[in-house]
């Protein structure tokens, strides 16, 4: 699929609920065989840092995942939602050797789920992949809740075989930090409908069956949270902008929302009292948009008066990272033709000179204008933070503190007052 693909994290009160039990949940999407990632294949450098142009690939992904459990032990969740076969030259080595199932497997993925790609060279062949991955050791649990085998045929009888031993799930159990997470795997229609070699093996209903599923791991399986690896999809619409598509409608058909996991939160006597706080919050989220715009238009022009050089090396390391974001908001841009990468490149350099000149100039002011930051303000802004996520107090400065980001609330804190600073006395 070549549409924005994600995750579904289903129950999404009670995850917020639950934050004070910490869950990390880590997640990718069409990897597409790209274990060395994306971007020129002669100037990667896995074993050096800093030093190639190529974004991603397994070998900076185990980095990070391992990063990522050293900070948050036995409570991070990795997962992948399908199409990580097909790609790249590695494919063709796939089905004799298995060895990418069973290096994501060592690098920390805890569960896949089956796309459309996956069905290439069709099921006898994914049956072989999984079978000489199971030969190199553990995989991770492989998961999708709709596929239906044959009766007449016997192209997918070896793909049968490894569902009825469960290498091959609807759904898997898995324990994080005192949670008990239902994970399923789903497959949308649109996805199906360009995977012709999965034949004879068929899907039912998407939206069917993330119902049943729910409904088993809510009532019978009795879990804190539910997690769909969703292989379907997100877009804009042309005319509104809004995003529309299969997972749209899947969040809608199965909200798995109700009055209990509200109460749960302690502020809310039902849904309904929910729904309307949350009403609330976004008339003020519109309000603080008009008011961000206001600030945009007064940076801008103070930004065209005043010129000055930016340090390269930090100039560099902004669009890198304005390219990671540019990345994960939309995976197709994962995809992309050599003129198309350099044009995102472009764009990138561009976001990063605007963002840190704008940082640089809103600092400058603040300086000049004699606004500070008190201890005092610091301690509420966390104790807010405190307040949204439902955390104890104490928790949250200690976090904070043991990863060292209280300079960075009172640098955001700063960059706030100052934008406030020229509201109130509209600076141009």
Do not use: W
């Not at 939206?207 to 292989?231: G, M, P, Q, W, Y």
């Not at 400058?364 to 204008?369: F, N, S, T």
């Amino acid at each position: 699929m070549k549409k924005i693909l994600l995750i579904l994290v289903y129950v999404l009160v009670p995850v917020i609920f639950l934050f004070s039990q910490k869950l990390v949940i880590l997640h990718t999407n069409d990897m597409h065989s790209k274990l060395t990632g994306f971007g020129p294949e002669a100037s990667y450098t896995p074993m050096t840092l800093n030093d190639d142009e190529t974004l991603g690939g397994f070998a900076r992904l185990a980095t990070l995942f391992e990063e990522e459990k050293k900070q948050n032990p036995g409570a991070v969740f990795i997962c992948d939602g399908g199409d990580f076969l097909m790609g790249t030259i590695f494919q063709v080595a796939e089905p004799q050797t298995g060895f990418q199932i069973s290096l994501m497997k060592q690098i920390g993925y805890d569960a896949i789920a089956i796309g459309n790609h996956e069905f290439d060279y069709g099921p006898e062949n994914l049956a072989n992949v999984i079978n000489s991955g199971l030969k190199k050791g553990e995989i991770p649990q492989l998961l999708n809740s709709q596929i239906q085998f044959s009766v007449k045929h016997t192209e997918d009888d070896e793909l049968e075989k490894l569902y009825k031993n469960q290498t091959i799930k609807p759904y898997h159990i898995f324990e994080r930090n005192g949670l008990k997470l239902g994970v399923f795997g789903i497959i949308g229609k649109e996805a199906v409908m360009v995977a012709p070699d999965a034949y004879p093996v068929t899907f039912t209903n998407m939206f069917k069956t993330a119902k049943n599923i729910v409904k088993i791991l809510r009532e019978e399986e009795k879990v804190d949270i539910i997690i769909c690896l969703s292989h379907s999809g997100i877009y804009p619409d042309i005319k509104t902008g809004k995003m529309i598509g299969e997972d749209v409608d899947l969040a809608k058909k199965v909200p798995d929302i109700d009055d209990g996991f509200a109460k749960e939160l302690g502020e809310f006597n039902d849904l309904k009292s929910l729904r309307e706080e949350i009403k609330k919050n976004l008339l003020q989220s519109k309000q603080a948009g008009s008011k961000r715009e206001l600030a945009d238009e007064i940076i801008e022009q103070i930004s065209e008066k005043v010129n000055f050089e930016l340090p390269e090396s930090l100039v560099q390391q902004e669009t890198l990272l304005q390219l990671r974001r540019m990345v994960s908001v939309d995976p197709r841009r994962s995809n992309l033709r050599d003129k198309e990468i350099e044009q995102m490149r472009n764009e990138a350099r561009l976001k990063a000179d605007k963002n840190l000149k704008n940082h640089l100039i809103l600092m400058k002011i603040a300086d000049l204008e004699k606004i500070k930051v008190e201890d005092t303000e610091v301690a509420d802004e966390m104790r807010e933070i405190a307040k949204r996520n439902n955390i104890p107090y104490a928790q949250v400065v200690e976090q904070i503190n043991r990863e060292g980001k209280r300079e960075d609330i009172k640098n955001n804190l700063m960059i706030k007052k100052t934008v406030d600073f020229l509201l109130e006395n509209a600076i141009i």
